[in-house]
Structures are given as structure tokens and as C-alpha cells.
């Protein structure tokens, strides 16, 4: 079936470091790609998304990439700082209206 | 003001009892989702729905049931069968006609066995 991994598990930066998650699939009918960011004790929200048509997407300090015959796609974080301490997962939407979610990455950005 | 509503926010549960999680969105989603969360680690989808009368499983079903009957509601069962069932519940809802969509998701029930 379907399957998403997530890559690091944890990630300690400095702040004003970037930081990288990646997420490999096996899906190839999956056409798009989004990441959450999960606060402590929150609830997951989106936080950008990019669809197969593109290869890369950027919002101020977030980029994602995407490489669809790689099967991958990851989520850049610039200029890190502390609030961006959080869980990201990636996540893609697959055929008859699931979206799956990757393992998550735990960031810490540290001050 | 719309959006996911879940309910309660915080359950305890006995062994051997049934209970039931609320999930209520008035975003007017065709689709919607329940996930479980285990301390550091993923979303695990439990059952969804892309619309009303019809739901399916997902990867971890087993122990859990849901229903269907309205557009706005998705509420969860955890029964008795579920050997594990302490854990952080999601509920998300997402627009089921289009592949390229958000998930708006509910602010979670921790479920704890007592």
C-alpha cells in the first residue's frame, strides 16, 4: 500500500541555521505534497504545500522541493529560530481521498 | 466563525468500557478523518469518510468504529477490543472533491485508561 517515510526523526539546529526534513513515497499516482507543523500540545497545520506540477515552492523562510521521479520531497527551513521549534510531517494525498501522514520530525531550534 | 470542533478534550476511560469521541465541522467538508497520535510518533489514520453513509477503514481499524449519518459528524468509538487505546486522537476534515486539498484538523482528545 501506500507508504511515506520521514527523515530525520530529530533535528537539533543552531538558531539561524537551516534546517532540512526529508519524506521519500512509493505512491507514484500522488500529486500533492503538503507539511504540517505541529506545536506542543496543538493541533497540525499546514504550513506549505506544493503540487507534482512544480518542482519547488517558497513562502518568506519555507521552501519545499519536490522530485517526482526521485519519489521525494523536502521541507527547507531558513534562518531557524526558536519558534520554529515544533513537529513537521509530511504528508500526501493518495488516490480514494486518504491522506497520509510521514513520522514526523521533531525540530529544535536552539537559542 | 467555522472550523473543527472535537470533544472532550481530555477522556478517561475504564478497562472494558466503550467510549465515544465527538468530531463536529461546519466547514461543509465532504471528507473526514481520525487519526491516533502515539507519543513521538506519526498520524496513524483509524477510518475516514469522503461522504456521508460511507466510511473506510484505515491502517489501524481494529478496536475502533465509527458512523457516518451527517455531513458535519464523524464520531469515533473506542471499544473495549482496542488492547491499547491511551493515546492523542485527531480528528480532520478536508474537501473531498479535489486531490490538492488541506486537512483541517480538531484541536484532539487524549484518551487515557484508567
Known amino acids: 500500500g501506500e507508504n511515506v517515510e520521514q527523515h530525520p526523526s530529530t533535528l537539533s539546529v543552531q538558531e539561524g541555521d537551516s534546517a532540512v526534513i526529508k519524506c521519500t513515497y512509493s505512491?507514484?499516482?500522488?500529486?500533492?505534497f503538503p507539511w504540517y507543523k505541529q506545536e506542543l500540545g496543538k493541533r497540525p497545520q499546514l504550513i506549505i504545500d506544493?503540487?507534482?506540477?512544480?518542482g519547488e515552492k517558497k513562502d518568506q523562510r519555507i521552501a519545499v522541493t519536490l522530485n517526482k521521479t526521485a519519489k521525494h520531497f523536502s521541507l527547507h527551513i531558513t534562518e531557524t529560530q526558536p519558534e520554529d521549534s515544533a513537529v513537521y510531517f509530511c504528508?500526501?494525498?493518495?488516490?480514494?481521498?486518504?491522506?497520509?501522514f510521514g513520522a514526523g520530525t521533531r525540530l529544535f531550534v536552539k537559542a | 466563525d467555522g472550523g473543527i470542533t472535537q470533544s472532550p478534550k481530555y477522556l478517561f476511560r475504564k478497562e472494558g468500557q466503550n467510549v465515544t469521541l465527538s468530531c463536529e465541522q461546519n466547514?461543509?467538508?465532504?471528507?473526514m478523518y481520525w487519526y491516533r497520535q502515539d507519543p513521538g510518533q506519526g498520524l496513524r489514520l483509524i477510518y475516514y469518510?469522503?461522504?456521508?453513509?460511507?466510511?473506510q477503514k484505515g491502517d489501524i481499524a481494529e478496536g475502533y468504529s465509527v458512523s457516518r449519518e451527517k455531513k458535519e459528524s464523524f464520531p469515533l468509538t473506542v471499544t473495549s477490543a482496542q488492547k491499547n487505546p491511551t493515546a492523542f486522537y485527531l480528528c480532520?476534515?478536508?474537501?473531498?472533491?479535489?486531490?490538492?486539498?488541506?486537512?483541517?484538523f480538531g484541536q484532539g482528545t487524549r484518551l487515557t485508561v484508567v
Open positions: 469518510s469522503h461522504i456521508v453513509n460511507d466510511f
Open positions: 506544493i503540487r507534482s506540477n512544480v
Open positions: 466547514l461543509n467538508h465532504d471528507a
Open positions: 480532520a476534515s478536508s474537501i473531498a472533491d479535489r486531490e490538492d486539498t488541506e486537512a483541517f
Open positions: 505512491d507514484s499516482a500522488s500529486n500533492y
Open positions: 504528508a500526501l494525498f493518495t488516490g480514494g481521498f486518504k491522506t497520509i
